[in-house]
T-cell receptor, first 112, second 121 residues
Framework: DIVMTQSPDSLAVSLGERATINCKSSQSVLYSADNNNYLAWYQQKPGQPPKLLIYWASTRESGVPDRFSGSGSGTDFTLTINSLQAEDVAVYYC?????????FGGGTKVEI | QVQLVESGGGVVQPGRSLRLSCAASGFAFSKYAMHWVRQAPGKGLEWVAVISFDGNNKDYADSVKGRFTISRDNSKNTLYLQMSPLRVEDTAVFYCARQVPSGSWAPFDYWGPGILITVSS
């Protein structure tokens, strides 16, 4: 199974500042045939289901504010939240969909 | 609009059975692969099972293989998860989720609100 490791477990960021979350996979999730990284990021607020933010490592889902961006390739990925807003307080998960079993990182809690 | 609504949750004793349902609306259900994902209280997300758009292909997490069965009824726009025998460690909120259309694996673009399963004697 591909193990997804996120860091840090939690971070506190001031309003308007940048939050950076890292995700490392135990093996590459870059598929050479299509040159896509099979990596997604989700946001989960308390009492709510996860919400898809980013897929293919760097493609923003429709309607997601452009302060959210994803980067990285192979085994190392980053979710960046620029100019953090109060509504961004949540737990963020990375997920690989390269191969089953599909696996999630342990989550990163972002607080103000 | 796309809606997924789980039902069938509750409190059940270890060793017993339970069937979850996920009613889908607002999209062509029969064209999408569907997943179950669970989240134990205060914990992270764990993928549970997937079923192809036509029901012909299924896969499971090792933790539930042989105990859980995913199925679907495209005529009723409903996804199911039959769980038996249940264990205390199956206690979780279960979500159904729609997979983005793709010829291979893809992320989940819509999720239900979730349903709580508590396995306890």
């Amino acid at each position: 199974d591909i193990v997804m490791t996120q860091s840090p477990d939690s971070l506190a960021v001031s309003l308007g500042e940048r939050a950076t979350i890292n995700c490392k996979s135990s093996q590459s999730v870059l598929y050479s045939a299509d040159n896509n990284n099979y990596l997604a990021w989700y946001q989960q607020k308390p009492g709510q289901p996860p919400k898809l933010l980013i897929y293919w490592a760097s493609t923003r889902e429709s309607g997601v504010p452009d302060r959210f961006s994803g980067s990285g390739s192979g085994t190392d990925f980053t979710l960046t939240i620029n100019s953090l807003q109060a509504e961004d307080v949540a737990v963020y998960y990375c997920q690989q969909y390269y191969i089953a079993p599909l696996t999630f990182g342990g989550g990163t809690k972002v607080e103000i | 609009q796309v809606q997924l609504v789980e039902s069938g949750g509750g409190v059940v004793q270890p060793g017993r059975s339970l069937r979850l349902s996920c009613a889908a609306s607002g999209f062509a259900f029969s064209k999408y692969a569907m997943h179950w994902v669970r989240q134990a209280p205060g914990k992270g997300l764990e993928w549970v099972a997937v079923i192809s758009f036509d029901g012909n292909n299924k896969d499971y997490a090792d933790s539930v293989k042989g105990r859980f069965t995913i199925s679907r009824d495209n005529s009723k726009n409903t996804l199911y998860l039959q769980m038996s025998p249940l264990r205390v460690e199956d206690t979780a909120v279960f979500y159904c989720a729609r997979q983005v259309p793709s010829g291979s694996w893809a992320p989940f673009d819509y999720w239900g609100p979730g349903i709580l399963i508590t396995v306890s004697s």
